[in-house]
Each structure stands twice: as C-alpha cells, then as structure tokens.
C-alpha cells in the first residue's frame, strides 16, 4: 500500500480519529482482539435497518424480499473472499459458536442423530481428537468437552521455541486413531503461520477429518478453502473489520449435507408433524431462528472492503507492520519477543515478555501514552504455560497501523523498565 492509500484507508476508520485521556492521539495495537470497522461496514449496517429491515426468507413482500437479497447477499461475498460456494458458508455468532457447533454436530452423530449419512462423523471410545499446543481455548475447551461426551481420546502436537509445530511431530501425534485434527491457521499469541500443507496432509493420510481456526489468518493473509484442503474453516468478523456477533463455519459441501443439526427449531426444517421434522439442506438447516441480519450484511461489507484492497495488498502491508514491531521490540534490552522472528513465518501480531516488569503494568504504562495493547494469557493459557509465562503483552495490527503507530509504540516501551526501576 502507498502511504496515499495508507492515508486513504484510515480516513474510512472514524474510530481512529478519537482521542485519549489527556487529548493524546490513539494508537490502536489490538486488532487481534478486535478491529476497528470501516464507514463502508457501519453504513451497511445502518442502511439495513433504515431501508430494508424485515424478517429474511420468509415475507413476500418487497422488503422480506429485499432483506432477503441483501442477506444472502453478503453470503455470497464472505465466500468469495475465501474462494468457497454461499452454500458452503454457514452463519454464526462467531468463531467460537463455528467450533462448538461442529463439535456438537459430532456428539449428535455419535448418538446416532443424522442416520446413516452423518454415520462419518461418529466418534468411537478411543478414537483420537488431535489440537496443537498453541490454540485458543475457543479451539480447545469444546474439543476437550467432545472427548468427554463420547470416550475419544484428546492429544496434541507440541510447539517448539518459536510457537510452531514440526512436521515431524505433526506425524508421530496423528496416527490411525486420529478422526479429528483441529489446529489454528495462524497464532493470535505467536503469529506464527502454521504449515497447514503439512498437518492437512497427515490428517488426510489417516482420513481424519480437519478442522482450521482461520480466525487470525482470514483478516490479514490471502485464504482460499481450496487450497487449504481442510473440510471445516472457523472465522469471526469482528476481528475482520466487521460486526460482533457474526462468524461464519465455512464447510464441505458434501460434509455439510451428512452433518446433523445442532441448535433446531424454526427456518432449519422442511416438514414439521407433531412427532418429527424433516431438515433443510445446508446452510439453512444449521441456521435456526432469525439470524443476525444486519450483522451479516456488516460482514458482507468488511469482507467486500478487504476484497477490494486486496489481500494481497493488505499481507503485503502488514508485513512491513510485522518487521517495524519485531524491530520496535528488539530494540528494547530486556525484551522478549514469543515465536517467529522472521516477518514471513508470522503476522503482525507481536507478544512478549519484558523483564522484571508484569505484563499487567507494562499494559498500563503504555495504555497512559495513549497505546492500546493487550495483557494477559489472550486465552491460551497452555501455550503460555508452554513459555514459562503467566502472561505476555500483546501488539497487533491491521490493515489501517501505519508507522506512526509503531513508532508511537517504539517510543513507549523504550520507557517501561526504567520507569518501574529494573534498567537505567
Ligand atoms: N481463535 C482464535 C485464534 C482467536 O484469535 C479468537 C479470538 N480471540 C477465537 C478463536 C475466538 O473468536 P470469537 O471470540 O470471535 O468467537
């Protein structure tokens, strides 16, 4: 990106423009929790409920059949921004209910929900759920209560030093047992890049199924379900310059038709009797009860907006972004860097550990220059665990950080350790 496009880009973030205690400028350094969103999402939204509201999918007049448009709409564009189908994108309220709703679909065809299409899914006593060490507990936990609703076994792939799992020990977890390889895409700790070739091909050698938290790698990196080869895809648009309240499961088409529904009732069925229900094909029948419209169609526009800058375009940048942070921090004697030092082996998303001082008080130093990080464990507590750390502080950017910003940050932490007395 040109600094005329750069400038151009930020101008579209009203946020940006807001000032902090004591008329200081923001320098926003937390776009791994959430982004800021673009006028383009906010006017969508908004337009929405100004012009088009009604229930989509159902009306037949004029604006059921507008919302309608405008909802599917979005699908559409949300799928082409990651090279999938509409019909193989599913609505959520967010990354977390993508994984738990797959996790659940599981359980249910291990009850023997779905007949014989969903009998694929069925997980036996002993079967075996491989994560990695470096997930989000949103990637963790309903893995964890998968393994305890059906006797499946969970396992892991540890990290090594820079927050990544080798190939070598990618092969020596995932065995014959394996039904199910769970892994994040990209770190929202490290931002190490995960080599996703590699576990998906040892997850297919086994005919395990493959599910990849994209939630860090969709906003800032080029994604195409194609070439990942995984059957089900996580993402939310909050931290892709869209609404909360809004995720998509991107899955297989032919997985999605076999998979039994999770949340029932209302728009997921074809014929109701007072004993039982026939389902809707995908994507509506795992779509029960009014959607988040508006959010949607917010989605729609993020996803719209990235699509035009590009993605391409938008790594690219970030990349820069990713190199002026690593060297901000490697400047700074007593500060660590946790995973990938190399800018193409991660993103910008930069957490470490400065020495002597609590990751909590180092967050509120630079929180009074008017620096928002964050501070904590940034739900992965093992793999901090992994580093020996209770917690990190976190610097992560987007498409609209510009220098200024790191420079901003730069400047701030050069001052921490002095200011709680363990340096000069
Ligand atoms: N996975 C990763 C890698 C994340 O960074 C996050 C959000 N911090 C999630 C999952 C969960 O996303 P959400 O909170 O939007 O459901």
């Known amino acids: 990106l040109s600094a005329a496009e750069l400038a151009r880009i930020r101008a579209d973030f009203p946020l940006l423009k807001r000032r902090l205690r004591g008329d200081r400028p923001m320098v926003y350094l937390d776009s791994a929790a959430t982004s800021q969103k673009p006028d383009p999402v906010l ?4 337009d ?6 009604a229930a989509v999918h159902r009306g037949a007049h004029q604006l059921a059949q507008e919302a309608t448009e405008a909802f599917e ?4 564009t949300v799928a082409e921004l990651i090279g999938a189908q509409p019909g193989e994108i599913v609505w959520t309220s967010g990354a977390t209910a993508t994984i738990n709703l797959v996790t659940y679909a599981i359980s249910n065809a291990t009850a023997g929900r779905g007949g014989q299409a969903a ?3 069925a997980l036996q006593p002993g079967d075996e759920i491989v994560v990695t060490e470096a997930e989000h507990h949103a990637n963790l936990v309903p893995w964890q209560e998968l393994a305890a609703r059906t006797g499946a076994v969970l396992r892991w792939i540890p990290v090594g030093e820079d927050g990544r799992v080798t190939v070598e020990d990618a092969d020596r977890i995932i065995t014959e047992r394996t039904r199910v390889v769970a892994f994040t895409h990209v770190s929202n700790v490290t931002g190490a890049i995960t080599d996703t070739a590699a576990l998906v091909r040892a997850a297919r050698s086994v005919g395990a199924l493959v599910l990849i938290d994209a939630c860090q790698s969709v906003p800032h990196l080029p ?14 648009a909050h931290k892709m310059l869209g609404p909360t309240g809004i995720g998509a499961l991107w899955g297989r088409a032919e997985l999605l038709a076999a998979m039994p529904p999770v949340t029932t009732g209302g728009s997921m069925v074809e014929v109701v009797t007072m004993t039982e229900a026939t389902y809707a094909p995908p994507p509506q029948r795992f779509e029960a009860g009014t959607q988040p419209v508006a959010q949607a169609i917010g989605f729609g526009a993020a996803a719209q907006y990235l699509s035009h ?3 391409d375009a938008v790594a690219g940048h970030e990349r820069t972004i990713t190199r002026l942070l690593l060297d901000a921090v490697a400047a700074v004697p007593g500060v660590r860097v946790i995973g990938p030092t190399d800018p193409r082996d991660r993103i910008a998303v930069v957490s470490f550990v400065v020495d002597g001082v609590h990751a909590h008080d180092v967050g509120q130093y630079l929180d009074d220059a008017g620096v928002l990080v964050r501070v904590g464990h940034h739900c992965a507590q093992p793999l901090h665990r992994r580093f020996g750390v209770a917690a990190t502080t976190r610097a992560s950017a987007s498409v ?3 220098e200024a910003d790191v420079a901003a940050f730069a400047d701030a932490l050069s001052g921490v350790r ?6 000069q």
Not at 43 to 46: L, P, S, V
Not at 73 to 76: C, P
């Open 43 to 46: 006017d969508a939204e908004q």
């Open 73 to 76: 709409g979005a699908r559409a």
């Open 48 to 53: 929405f409920y100004l012009v088009r509201n």
């Open 400 to 402: 609209y950080t510009d």
């Open 223 to 236: 994604v195409n379900v194609s070439e990942l080869g995984a059957d089900f895809v996580a993402f939310s």
């Open 119 to 121: 009998r694929r899914f």
């Open 418 to 423: 002095k200011f709680f007395g363990v340096s």
């Open 309 to 311: 800058l590009g993605m």
